[in-house]
Structures are given as structure tokens and as C-alpha cells.
């Protein structure tokens, strides 16, 4: 009997002083006195992040295969072994938070969001590209709701958050102090040149990232986001637009009604297509790049052309929505910047009075 009371008690004591390691789906707290879970395994079964919980992605190619759900409040922190995390056959994310308890993505070494993670006090700090991207890689029906990204774009196209397939919905989040400087000049921090049917890109803030947003031409875009601080509106982006990948052409509605930045455009035979339309906001302005036209096979393929504030210019053009090409006062627009817009059942190119800078 005696023994077995001074067994029980040992254990007790044991229990106190070595409390076991959490776990949650796949990852272990390596620290037996925080709610910190590293992840080192791929998601292979339907699995919850909790809320109260910091994660430590530490597996290089970690992909998500099956559908991981993750609570307001959960922060997940990229570490130099695990950079990416990407969506894999059978895969969804599900991340909600709130406005008051959004989910973090963030560096490792991000001390403000989760506390000293890595255990250096302030002997590093965080910094653009930091860790990788999340990748949807072609897989549909993920959500990021209330959801932050900070410090990410070290991936191919510096790129932290890659919007590509169907039904994908990114509303209310920030994308702060990330890369998105894509040599090619045309990637953004939350990159939807890949998006494909139903995608939604709405009340989000971007502010001191290089390229803020790319789209495909299947994605509408409102007046919704924001392209600045919200808290200081002089710090903005450094190429301070919407990058369009106009690669298909416009067979369908299309409407654009962003006008804090502008969009610019990047191809040489942009075409509106029979059935199709972009429907204008007051106010939009429409950048172009070196070579670039628009071709109208439509008798009213661009909506509101001429409407209050609507102008179509070069992507030099300062004057109109700021610095979009980043570059200060280096460049100034001037004539034959672009070469215009292209009316194909006329065949000749338009001479609106809102065009600026173009070849005719």
C-alpha cells in the first residue's frame, strides 16, 4: 500500500513538472510550456488548428491534402525549414477569423504577432521574404477571412498568397511588409493571375508591399480594397497598382470599379470579344505598358469609356493615380508610350479625348 501511494505521488509530481506535448493533427508542442505545435507532417486527414495555438511549419514541402480548417486566433509561422504551404489533390483551407481575432501568417522570427517564437529575444527581426507562399496550386473552394500575411514572398514569382482555381474567396485580409517584386514586373503579394471562375477579392488593405495585386480577367474587382495604411495613408506600395494578366481575352462581363490605384495592362493584343464588356467606374484609370493596346470587337464592348474621371494613359503617367511603375520622377510619360486602343470594326484606332500618350 505504501508503495503504491509514493508510486501515485510520483507521478503526480511528474505529471506537474513535465506536462505532456499538445497535440493537434499532426505536430507536437515542442515547448512544454506554450500552446506552440510544430508541424512536420503533411495534412492527410480532416484537422482543426485551434484558436489559442501558435504553429511552426517545419517541413519543407508541406502540402495540405485534405480540408484543414483553422480557428480566429490561430498564428502560423513559417520557419526556414517549412517556407510554403501548398494545397494539394483533395486539399482546402479554411481560414476565418474575425475582425477583432483574425488568423496570422507570418515569419518565424515575428515577435509582435505570437510572442519570441524562436527564442532570440531581439536579436533578429522579421522581414519581406521571410518564408515562401501559400499556393492554392489549381485546387478549389479555399477561404482566407479576416486572415493577416506578413513578411512572406521568398517563391517563384514573390508571390505570398497564389489565388489559383475556382471558388476561392479572400475578403477582409492584410497583406503587409511582403516581397511581391516579381523581376518580370508583373506578380503582386496576392497573386490571382491563375484565378478561374466565382474568385473573390474584396475589403482587403495592402500597404507596404513592392506589388500589391495581379488578376486574371475572370475576376471582378470593386471599389473595396484598400491600397494604403489605414492608419497612414501615405504609405501605400511601391508599384502602387493593379497588375492585369490578359493573356485570354474578354468573352464575358467584366467590371472594374477600383479607383484608389490604377490597372494596368501588359499586352500587345488585348481583345474584347464578341459577347464580351468591361464595364468602367467613374473615376478608373486604365495604365498601359510598352506595346500594349486593347481591341474592341464589340460596338459597346467598354462601358462607361468617357465616364467622369475614366482615362486610359501610359504607364509613365504619374499624374494620374500616383507612381505605378515605382520609379519616381526617372521616367515621364510621352508619345507613343503604348499603342491605343483598336476598334476592329472600324479598323481604326480610337481618338477619345481621355487618351493619353498613345501611338495614335
Excluded at 501511494?5 to 513538472?17: D, G, P, Q, V
Excluded at 510544430?38 to 495534412?43: K, L, M, P
Excluded at 473595396?224 to 511601391?238: C, I, K, T, V, Y
Aim: aromatic share 12%; net charge negative.
Amino acid at each position: 500500500m505504501k508503495f503504491f501511494i509514493k508510486t501515485l505521488i510520483a507521478l503526480i509530481i511528474s505529471a506537474m513538472i513535465f506536462p505532456s506535448c499538445e497535440e493537434n493533427g499532426n505536430g507536437e508542442n515542442p515547448d512544454n510550456n506554450s500552446n506552440t505545435v510544430e508541424v512536420t507532417d503533411d495534412i492527410t486527414e480532416v484537422t482543426t488548428w485551434s484558436g489559442d495555438s501558435i504553429y511552426v511549419i517545419k517541413i519543407y514541402d508541406f502540402y495540405v491534402n485534405n480540408t484543414l480548417s483553422i480557428q480566429p486566433g490561430a498564428i502560423i509561422k513559417f520557419h526556414p525549414d517549412g517556407p510554403d504551404m501548398t494545397i494539394g489533390s483533395g486539399g482546402t483551407i479554411i481560414a476565418k477569423g474575425t475582425s477583432d481575432n483574425p488568423v496570422i501568417f507570418t515569419s518565424w522570427r515575428d515577435d509582435e504577432h505570437g510572442g519570441d517564437t524562436n527564442g532570440d529575444e531581439d536579436i533578429t527581426s522579421p522581414a519581406s521574404k521571410d518564408w515562401g507562399r501559400i499556393g492554392t496550386n489549381g485546387n478549389n473552394g479555399s477561404e482566407f477571412e479576416y486572415c493577416e500575411f506578413y513578411y512572406g514572398g521568398e517563391s517563384s514569382y514573390n508571390s505570398t498568397l497564389e489565388v489559383y482555381g475556382s471558388n476561392i474567396k479572400v475578403n477582409n485580409c492584410i497583406f503587409a511588409h511582403n516581397d511581391g517584386g516579381d523581376p518580370t514586373g508583373w506578380y503582386g503579394v496576392l497573386d490571382a493571375t491563375n484565378a478561374e471562375s466565382n474568385c473573390e477579392i474584396k475589403n482587403n488593405v495592402f500597404y507596404d508591399n513592392i506589388r500589391p495585386l495581379s488578376v486574371s480577367l475572370t475576376v471582378q474587382i470593386d471599389d473595396s480594397n484598400l491600397f494604403s495604411n489605414p492608419d497612414d495613408h501615405s504609405e501605400g506600395n511601391q508599384y502602387n497598382g493593379i497588375f492585369v494578366e490578359s493573356m485570354n481575352d474578354v468573352a464575358h462581363a467584366l467590371s472594374w470599379t477600383e479607383t484608389e490605384v490604377a490597372f494596368v495592362i501588359d499586352d500587345n493584343d488585348w481583345w474584347i470579344r464578341e459577347g464580351g464588356s468591361l464595364t468602367l467606374a467613374d473615376n478608373v484609370c486604365l495604365k498601359f505598358r510598352s506595346d500594349s493596346e486593347i481591341v474592341l470587337n464589340e460596338t459597346n464592348a467598354i462601358i462607361n469609356y468617357n465616364g467622369p474621371g475614366v482615362v486610359f494613359t501610359s504607364y509613365k503617367d504619374d499624374s494620374r493615380k500616383g507612381d505605378t511603375n515605382g520609379d519616381g520622377d526617372i521616367t515621364s510619360p510621352g508619345d507613343n508610350d503604348w499603342n491605343g486602343i483598336y476598334d476592329n470594326l472600324t479598323s481604326t484606332y480610337k481618338n477619345w479625348s481621355n487618351i493619353y500618350y498613345d501611338s495614335h
